[in-house]
């Protein structure tokens, strides 16, 4: 497998005569892709002066590593910087496709280089997607230096790889492409196809599609210029009709991408299922992570139900847990069924309001000190201390509590945060604490 992940740079060198030939009906991110390191624009974090990538290919001593990041940030571009720098065979395995038969082969080919005197770099794409034997099978030959193992994913490495795998080879988190680094892009797309210019606006939304994805938006600009035949200009009426339903219909994170986030708590705030599933529908096809979605409706039903039908939260969470397991568009359905829970769930914000005003206080507050009877006792100096003395047991205690008992610190005994709605499971819970505190006043006043 040949990802077409691409890292780009501002005036590019000429290409060394040993660059490989690329057919000119290639993709454009293929034909635009660096060949040498000066070449390569963004990840500055990773390859500026004295930065780790940059010292290891000065150095011509590449050790294993894990490149973590985003699609179309330039993975593959530098794993085949990597192998050109040591002049090493460079062998590519997609974990989508291949078995431990395939790593087997990759051993047998790196053998034979190494008595040729060549070096071998074996790249796996989405290397997460390799289960624990296949990763396994690297080990020994990463351990004698048989080949230079590189991997890429797009998950973290520390929940996706082998402790094992993970503990010899280095992790380098690539970063999406800045909107400046794309423009670049733009201009050297533009300049390689003779291109019209693009408008202001147009430029802006055709950045803002492509997220950071140098690949994205190259596929996207290819099939742009295309389309639009003989223009003056591409504006953004060009931009829509090559694009179409592909096109975000807000920018990223843009006051309208808000809005629409707003609109659907406020719908799930109201009790109006049909607007919110409206919203999420808006918010899915404009071109929002459906992982976004899933976490700011865990979010709602913490906030905005609560603990008047505790079911929620737990709905919320196991709709986000489906959506991990399907992914688009069958998990969308489990996101769908959520927002349409919560909007007709009873609804209250009391832990909401408690909790930012606990927040508050602490904050504000003095560190008042914790009660002589709540300390903690393991000791017979803290004993002596009267650490624990005077503590009441509650499961010794008529009905399971400790009636006139006092849990807050001096100053604030009698302080009053929570407060149940009296909806839904709340209500019953407002009866609960009710009972409690009538039995703490009968103790009170019976000393």
């Known amino acids: 497998m040949d990802a077409q992940d691409s890292l780009f740079a501002d005036e590019p060198p000429p290409r060394p005569a040993a660059a490989p030939a690329v057919e000119p009906g290639a993709p454009l991110a293929e034909r ?17 002066p004295g930065r780790p990538l940059r010292v290891a ?49 990759a051993v047998e080919l790196a053998k034979d280089a190494r008595r040729r005197g060549q070096a071998t770099v074996v790249f796996v794409d989405e290397v997460h997607r390799f289960n624990k034997a296949q990763q396994d099978a690297f080990l020994p030959h990463v351990e004698s230096g048989l080949f230079t193992f590189i991997g890429a994913t797009t998950e973290n490495p520390s929940f996706e790889v082998n402790s094992a795998l993970l503990s010899r080879a280095t992790v380098h988190v690539l970063k999406s492409l ?9 201009d050297r797309a533009r300049a390689l196809l003779g291109a019209p210019p693009l408008t202001d606006s147009a430029r802006t939304r055709l ?14 600009y290819d099939n742009l210029v295309a389309i639009a035949g003989d223009v003056p200009e591409l ?23 808000f809005d629409t986030i707003s609109a659907l708590h406020k719908s799930v705030r109201g009790s109006d299922p049909d607007a919110a599933m409206y919203w999420l529908a808006r918010l899915l096809d404009g071109g929002a992570d459906p992982r976004y979605a899933a976490r700011r409706i865990v979010r709602m039903a913490a906030e905005d ?54 927040r508050a206080l602490v904050r504000s507050d003095v560190s008042r000190p914790v009660p002589d009877h709540l300390r903690n006792a393991p000791t017979q100096l803290m004993k002596s201390l009267g650490h624990g ?29 929570y407060a149940p709605a009296a909806r839904g499971l709340e209500a019953r819970i407002a009866e609960r604490l009710a009972e409690l505190r009538a039995l703490d006043d009968a103790a009170t006043t019976s000393g």
Request: aromatic letters at 8%; charged letters at 25%.
């Open 389 to 417: 003395a005077g503590y009441r047991y509650a499961h010794d205690e008529p009905g399971g509590y400790a009636a006139g008992e006092r849990y807050l610190p001096e100053g604030l005994v009698g302080r009053r945060f």
């Open 235 to 257: 504006d953004e009426a060009v931009l829509e009709r090559a694009l179409g339903e592909l096109l975000r219909r807000y920018d990223k994170g843009g006051d309208q991408f």
């Open 207 to 220: 950045v803002a599609h492509a997220d950071g994805d140098a690949r994205r938006l190259l596929n996207a």
């Open 57 to 105: 290919f000065e150095s011509g001593r590449i050790p294993s590593m894990i490149l973590w990041g985003p699609p179309g940030v330039g993975k593959t571009t530098l794993a085949r910087l990597v192998a050109g720098s040591v002049d090493a065979q460079f062998l590519v395995l997609s974990a989508v496709l291949a078995g431990v038969k395939d790593i087997r082969d």
């Open 178 to 186: 800045a909107d400046e680094d794309l423009g670049v892009l733009l």
């Open 305 to 358: 139900i609560g603990l008047a039908d505790p079911r929620a939260l737990r709905l919320a969470l196991d709709a986000a847990e489906v959506y991990e397991r399907l992914g688009s568009p069958e998990g969308e359905l489990a996101l769908a069924e959520a927002v349409v829970y919560l909007a007709i769930a009873p609804k209250s914000n009391a832990v909401y309001k408690a909790w930012n005003e606990v």
């Open 32 to 48: 635009l892709r660096p060949h040498t390191l000066a070449e390569v624009i963004g990840q500055q974090h990773l390859l500026g």
